[in-house]
């Protein structure tokens, strides 16, 4: 069984490997003295940006299950590096717009919901633009050798991208044209056979549109340490594999209205199923191969495999000391407006959690969440984050920065 040492033991080792040359190549020059993280990306880096907004708006701090020492990755790996000051997060969200956090001294730039490729209100303007936050953490002024970078981004663009896909089914196509035509560059199809190929051509596309404007708005800027994190696989999500779910019956339950056998129907919604999972971890695929091509050589670049790792995770759930993969710690609170289970982070702390009767099957009595993958149907536990800062780690120490 595959032993996961804690973070601070994991950065301990490699600071021991550093002292000794570790590595075969005689190099003993000392590790990085980083003395300031900054960070850009979605909702799972975002340290506070709705966390002001009072009762009944069903964020809490963190997008994830709350507690007063719950951390996510870029605050324990922080915190580990010895950096004096908490991060904080830059933008503060009051319920209908963004403004400064009024605290001194704020370095993380993310926000939940962020996107490389943001639609919304504002457009590339706005903060949920990686973009900008790229630009805001570089305008503040330019970075030190001594900063290091922790970057997330494009699980909500692939997110965005499957389902703007899965919509063709009732508006032929125009969503996922209108997000394909969005991001120039992508090879745009002519025809609904060729819809699976120009999903990959946009993430490739995409992959580009992140890299340039980290080249641009980062290493340029004096970055020396990047860390980008690559995008998981989101068809492992308890929210993608219920959307898959939903594929399968909806092509079983066309089977069989056109007088298809049960076996014959189920056997089909199977195959829907894992086509589209296959195709869909494709274009996530397609992003990640083509970040990793452009950072490839660049010694201020590590590129974090989380697509793997949460993979391996999946897959062998008593390596990471995980009792449960498939379904969210946090209880549902209702339903979306997509139809997807709905959760309220603001309510589902670990105090409540605890204090529940524990799931049939789960074990470790009152401490049951605690070894679960997901908090929701999207976002990591803690201890979730706790395995993701640990990869951070190793990756770091592999590149001879710790």
């Known amino acids: 069984m595959r032993h996961f040492k804690t973070l601070a033991s994991a950065l301990s080792a490699a600071l021991l490997v550093a002292a000794c040359g570790g590595g075969g190549d005689g190099d003993q020059s000392p590790r990085v003295g980083f003395r300031a993280v900054k960070v850009m990306g979605d909702s799972l880096s975002d340290s506070g940006t709705f966390s002001g907004l009072g009762a009944g708006s069903t964020y809490g701090r963190i997008f994830s299950v709350q507690g007063s020492t719950h951390q996510i990755w870029t605050e324990r790996t922080a915190a580990a590096l010895g950096i004096s000051t908490p991060l904080c997060n830059v933008y503060q969200f009051t319920g209908s717009t963004f403004i400064a956090n009024p605290t001194v001294g704020c370095t993380s730039f993310a926000i939940g919901g962020g996107r490389i490729n943001y639609l919304g209100v504002g457009g590339a303007a706005a903060p949920f633009s990686i973009i900008k936050q790229l630009g805001d953490a570089s305008a503040a002024a330019n970075h030190q050798s001594s900063d290091l970078l922790l970057i997330d981004g494009g699980g909500n663009d692939a997110a965005d991208l499957v389902g703007a896909y899965l919509k063709g089914a009732t ?192 074990t470790g009595g009152a401490n049951w969440w605690k070894t679960y993958a997901f908090s929701d149907g999207f976002h990591p536990t803690p201890y979730g984050y706790q395995l993701m800062s640990e990869l951070v780690a190793r990756s770091l120490a592999q590149a001879g920065w710790l």
């Not at 089909?268 to 083509?290: D, H, I, K, M």
Request: charged fraction near 10%; charge should be negative; include cysteine.
């Open 171 to 362: 508006d032929g196509g125009a969503a996922y044209m209108g997000l394909l035509g969005s991001l120039p560059g992508t090879t745009m199809p002519t025809g609904q056979a060729d819809f699976p190929a120009a999903g990959a051509s946009y993430m490739t596309t995409l992959a580009n549109y992140f890299y340039d404007a980290i080249q641009t708005r980062a290493l340029d800027k004096g970055a020396a340490h990047v860390a980008i994190v690559n995008v998981p696989g989101i068809t492992k999500t308890p929210r993608f594999q219920m959307v898959l779910d939903s594929i399968a019956k909806a092509t079983s339950d066309g089977n069989l209205a056109e007088g298809a056998s049960a076996a014959a129907a189920a056997t089909a919604g199977a195959s829907a199923r894992a086509q589209s999972e296959a195709l869909f971890q494709g274009w996530v695929q397609a992003f990640n191969t083509q970040l990793s091509s452009r950072a490839a050589g660049n010694g201020a670049v590590v590129v974090v495999d989380l697509y793997s790792n949460l993979n391996e995770q999946i897959a062998h759930p008593e390596q990471f000391g995980l009792t449960n993969v498939t379904t969210p710690a946090c209880p549902m609170s209702g339903l979306g407006a997509d139809g997807l289970p709905a959760y309220n982070f603001e309510t589902c702390t670990g105090d409540a959690l605890s204090a529940q009767t524990p799931p049939a099957g789960a």
